[in-house]
C-alpha cells in the first residue's frame, strides 16, 4: 500500500471517529446543530473513502486508459469540493433556522467533548495537507481541506453551546458563522477551479515551464527549443518538447534526448511522461570543403595529401558564395592513416559535405564521413574554378531525415 492509500484510510478513519463522538455528544446533550454535523460527518466518512477508491484506481494503466486514470484524483476532488460547499449550506441551515433544545447542566461536559473533536480535526488536518502536498495528490489535500472546514462548523457549535450557556443575548454564533461560510466558499471554489483546470488540460505553471527549459537548455548538443508544454493529471506532470539538436546521428540524437528525460525526471518531482521529438538544427549555411593541388587551381587527386583544403561557405538555398578559407592540410607528412586523420579533422570543423575527385576509393575517410553525416560528390572536373561554379548552381542535395523518441 503505498502512502497516499494510508493517508485516504486514516482519513476515512479519522471521519469515523469524529461522527461517532458529534453524535454521542448531541444526543448527550441535546444539541440539534451536533446531531446535524453528526449526520454531515457521516457523509464525509463516504466521501474520504472515494477518495481512498479513487487514488488505488488511479494507479491503475490499461489497454483502454493507455495514459492511466490520474485524473480519476480530480474528478474526487471535484466531488469533494461539492461537499465542502453543501457543508457550507448546512451551517447557515443549522445556525439560522435551528431551535436548540439544551439539557443546561450537561453543556459544559458536550462543550469539552467539542473542543477534543475540534483538536482531533485540527491535528489530522494539518497532517494531511502538509503529507498530501509532499505526495501532489489533489484529492488528499481536497480532503484535507474539507477537514478543516468541518473544523469550522467545530467552531460554530462550540459558539452556540457556549452562548447557551453563559446566555449571551448577542447572536455571537450567527456573526461567526457568516465569516466562517465565506472562508468555506472560497476553499470550496478553489479546489473545484483547480479540479477542472487540470481535468481541461490546463498548461503546468509558469516556474515548473522554465526550470525545464533550463534543465533542457544545460545541454550543449540543444541548439533551440522550438516548443515546450506541459499538463498535470492527477498528482502526475507529463511533458512534450520539440528540439533542434546540434547532432546529426540518430543514435547521438537519442542519447542527448534520454539525458534530457534523465535530468528532468530527477530533478522535477512527479513527472510520468516526456514525449520529445527532435530535429537537426536549422542553419542558413553550408561548409563544403575541396582537397587542393600545390599551386592552387586543381582539384587533388590524393585526398590524404592535399597540401591544401578550400572550405567554402554557401548561403543555402540559393548557393550564394559567403566565404572562402584556405587551410594549410596539418596530416600532410604522416606516415600512416593520413586520410583518416585528415577527414576527422575536417568533421571536426563541422563540414556538411567534401568534394573529391571521381574514380578515388579510400575506405577509411569515407566511413569517417558517412557516420558523421557529411554528404560525398564525386567529380569528373578538375579545375577549381568550374567546380566553384557548379557547386553554387546546385549547393545541396537531399535532406536529413527527423526524429522522435518515446521515454
Ligand atoms: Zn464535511
Not at 542527448?256 to 513527472?271: G, L, M
Not at 563544403?288 to 599551386?295: F, H, K, R, S
Not at 560528390?377 to 542535395?397: F, H, N, V
Amino acid at each position: 500500500m503505498d502512502a497516499g492509500e494510508r493517508l485516504a484510510l486514516a482519513s476515512v478513519a479519522v471521519n469515523i471517529l469524529v461522527t461517532g463522538l458529534k453524535y454521542f455528544l448531541g444526543v448527550f446533550s441535546g444539541s440539534l446543530a451536533l446531531l446535524a454535523d453528526a449526520v454531515h460527518s457521516s457523509a464525509d466518512v463516504i466521501s474520504s473513502a472515494s477518495i481512498w477508491a479513487g487514488i488505488k484506481l488511479s494507479r491503475r494503466k490499461t489497454k483502454g486508459f493507455p495514459y492511466g486514470l490520474y485524473k480519476v484524483e480530480n474528478l474526487a476532488a471535484l466531488i469533494t469540493s461539492g461537499l465542502i460547499l453543501l457543508a457550507g449550506y448546512e451551517i447557515v441551515r443549522s445556525v439560522l433556522w435551528a431551535s436548540e433544545r439544551v439539557r443546561a447542566a450537561r453543556l459544559p461536559y458536550a462543550i469539552f467533548g467539542v473542543i477534543a473533536v475540534g483538536l482531533i480535526l485540527l491535528s489530522f488536518s494539518r497532517y494531511e495537507l502538509k503529507r498530501a502536498r509532499r505526495l501532489n495528490s489533489p484529492s488528499l489535500e481536497a480532503d484535507a481541506q474539507h477537514l478543516t472546514t468541518d473544523l469550522l462548523s467545530s467552531c460554530i457549535i462550540l459558539l452556540g453551546l457556549a452562548g447557551t450557556y453563559f446566555q449571551v443575548k448577542l447572536p455571537l454564533d450567527r456573526v461567526a458563522a457568516l465569516v466562517m461560510v465565506v472562508l468555506i466558499v472560497r476553499v470550496g471554489v478553489k479546489i473545484a477551479v483547480d479540479a477542472i483546470r487540470v481535468l481541461l488540460d490546463a498548461s503546468l505553471d509558469f516556474k515548473t515551464l522554465s526550470t525545464i527549459r533550463d534543465i533542457i537548455l544545460e545541454l550543449p548538443q540543444v541548439s533551440e527549443i522550438n516548443a515546450l508544454t506541459g499538463r498535470n493529471s492527477g498528482r502526475f506532470k507529463f511533458i512534450e518538447a520539440d528540439l533542434a539538436l546540434r547532432v546529426r546521428e540518430l543514435e547521438k540524437a537519442h542519447f542527448v534526448v534520454n539525458q534530457i528525460e534523465n535530468r528532468i525526471k530527477t530533478r522535477v518531482p512527479h513527472v510520468d511522461h516526456i514525449l520529445i521529438h527532435y530535429e537537426p538544427m536549422r542553419r542558413e549555411t553550408r561548409v563544403i570543403a575541396l582537397p587542393v593541388t600545390e599551386d592552387r587551381m586543381r582539384l587533388s587527386e590524393h585526398f590524404g595529401e592535399a597540401p591544401y583544403f578550400l572550405l567554402l561557405t554557401l548561403k543555402k538555398g540559393n548557393g550564394t558564395l559567403l566565404e572562402e578559407s584556405w587551410l594549410f592540410n596539418p596530416f600532410q607528412m604522416e606516415e600512416k592513416g593520413k586520410g583518416i586523420k585528415v577527414s576527422e579533422w575536417l568533421v571536426s570543423l563541422g563540414i556538411d559535405g567534401i568534394i573529391i575527385p571521381k574514380n578515388y576509393e579510400h575506405k577509411g575517410p569515407y566511413y569517417v564521413f558517412s557516420d558523421n553525416g557529411v554528404e560525398m560528390r564525386q567529380t569528373d572536373g578538375r579545375s577549381l574554378s568550374e567546380i566553384k561554379e557548379s557547386l553554387i548552381a546546385a549547393p545541396e542535395t537531399g535532406s536529413r531525415s527527423k526524429g522522435t523518441t518515446y521515454g
